[in-house]
């Protein structure tokens, strides 16, 4: 196991009770293969630190910026979706820290991500608990809100599907529809192949283990098939 007091070093955040913060690297996969463990696994400090994240956001947002609700929700989800989380956990060093089974430390896929945004909310619970509010707000604007100018300059905060749409609206005064054109699989890890069309015409294909995801990963690859 590494030495956790090099990561509180890092952070710059020195825990009062160093089991929270061991606890929020502690994936369930670990305590399989080690059942002995001292310490219950991170699920529930992730639950709270996804609520408290929320807060802190929902409040920087609201203080920040008149623009509608609207708006402001697809900002904060841009924030706090799997992909920045688990991109701010690794350049916080945090996949040198993770508690994994064998079996999940040799898997660096799509589920890693998930792992590495988990973990980061529960470290935001465990500071919470240890540190209080203050701390954890200081944590995220250094770690997290910095990084809003360039979203919205770069209006990250919208999806592929209504980039797609805007764009396909603005030149060619037609709104995209998307058709299931494939599925398979059991319920629990059924997998889709959705059609992105203007009018009759397939524009492109996307595929994803759920229809929200196929969808967006056709428009993704529309935006770059029709070059917009």
Request: charged fraction near 30%; hydrophobic fraction near 40%.
């Amino acid at each position: 196991m590494e030495d956790f007091s090099k990561i509180e070093k890092k952070l710059n955040f020195n825990f009062k009770n160093k089991n929270l913060l061991v606890q929020a690297f502690c994936h369930r996969s670990y305590l399989n293969e080690n059942p002995t463990f001292h310490l219950n696994h991170n699920e529930r400090l992730e639950f709270l630190g996804d609520a408290v994240l929320e807060v802190i956001v929902t409040e920087y947002l609201y203080k920040n910026y008149q623009n509608p609700e609207g708006e402001l929700t697809n900002w904060r989800a841009a924030l706090v979706n799997t992909q920045n989380l688990a991109k701010i956990a690794k350049t916080l060093g945090f996949e040198d820290y993770l508690l994994l089974s064998k079996g999940e430390e040799k898997d660096k896929g799509k589920a890693r991500q998930y792992i590495l945004a988990n973990t980061l909310e529960a470290f935001l619970g465990a500071l919470y608990l240890d540190r209080g509010l203050k701390y954890v707000s200081q944590f995220v604007k250094s770690n997290l809100l910095f990084d809003l100018p360039r979203i919205l300059k770069e209006e990250i905060w919208k999806d592929a599907k209504s980039q797609f749409q805007e764009v396909a609206q603005e030149k060619l005064k037609i709104t995209p529809t998307y058709k299931i054109l494939k599925e398979w699989g059991p319920d629990h890890v059924k997998h889709f192949v959705t059609g992105v069309f203007l009018g009759d015409k397939l524009v492109t294909e996307g595929e994803g283990s759920s229809k929200q995801e196929a969808e967006e990963k056709a428009a993704q690859k529309a935006l770059k098939v029709k070059n917009w």
